[in-house]
């Protein structure tokens, strides 16, 4: 079935500490790949996306994910975080048929 | 431009009363999706409309959820009758495309609570 993983379900940091947000994804296919992230108080909003190409992307903030196909990975990284970076962030995918699958979300919360 | 609009933001329903859900995606997308999140869990595919037509709904509780989108625009979702395990946020999104290079966009969603 296709799925996604995310492997921690509660990080806590400190300011300027690095982040690492795991995520795999379970699914044979090409597949988008996204982070999304929703503020405390606000909806959730796209991050950053994969579909081709490099498979070091970027996105908002400073964020970046790297896709490594042989491992049906896709992290979430970020060198140095913020308080305003405390958050739920959902890695998802979107196969064959169009359906993006979300995983269950990592709740960040960085102390300043 | 303007967001997804969803409402009512809460509601609070006693079980199997009915309850109904409205919205309105961004101008001019086409692909419109209901989701649902229970707390502590990540968002599930509920139905997804192309335009006023339905695309997926595999994972909809058909003998009590409905969703229509008559006009191709806006859209509701409709429980009859609530059950307590139906307790969640509601989240509408839309995007311009079914297509794979088409993200999602979220409104700020419906927390439903059946008591």
């Known amino acids: 079935a296709q799925s996604v993983s995310q492997h921690n379900h509660h990080v806590i940091l400190s300011e300027a500490a690095s982040l690492e947000l795991g995520c795999n994804y379970s699914y044979g296919g090409t597949v988008n790949l996204f982070w999304y992230v929703q503020y405390p108080g606000q909806h959730l909003q796209l991050l950053l996306k994969y579909f081709s190409g490099d498979p070091l992307v970027k996105g908002i903030k400073g964020f970046e994910a790297e896709f490594i196909k042989s491992k049906f990975s896709f992290n979430l990284r970020k060198p140095s975080v913020q308080w305003s970076d405390t958050a739920e962030y959902f890695c998802?995918?979107?196969?064959?048929?169009?359906?993006?699958?979300f995983g269950a979300g990592t709740r960040l919360f960085v102390k300043a | 431009e303007a967001g997804v609009a969803q409402s009512p933001r809460y509601k609070i329903i006693e079980k199997r009363q009915s309850v109904a859900f409205w919205c309105n995606p961004i101008?001019?997308?086409?692909?419109l999706y209901w989701y649902q999140q229970i707390l502590g869990q990540g968002p599930k595919l509920l139905i997804q409309?192309?335009?006023?037509?339905?695309?997926?709904d595999s994972q909809l509780p058909k003998d009590r959820f409905s969703a229509e989108r008559l006009k191709g625009v806006d859209s509701t979702l409709k429980i009859q009758p609530a059950k307590l395990e139906d307790s969640a946020v509601y989240l509408c999104?839309?995007?311009?495309?079914?297509?794979?290079?088409?993200?999602?966009?979220f409104g700020n969603g419906t927390r439903l609570t059946v008591t």
């Open positions: 409309f192309q335009n006023n037509g339905v695309v997926d």
């Open positions: 101008s001019g997308h086409a692909t």
């Open positions: 999104a839309s995007s311009f495309s079914r297509g794979e290079d088409s993200p999602l966009h």
């Open positions: 998802a995918f979107r196969g064959k048929g169009f359906k993006t699958i």
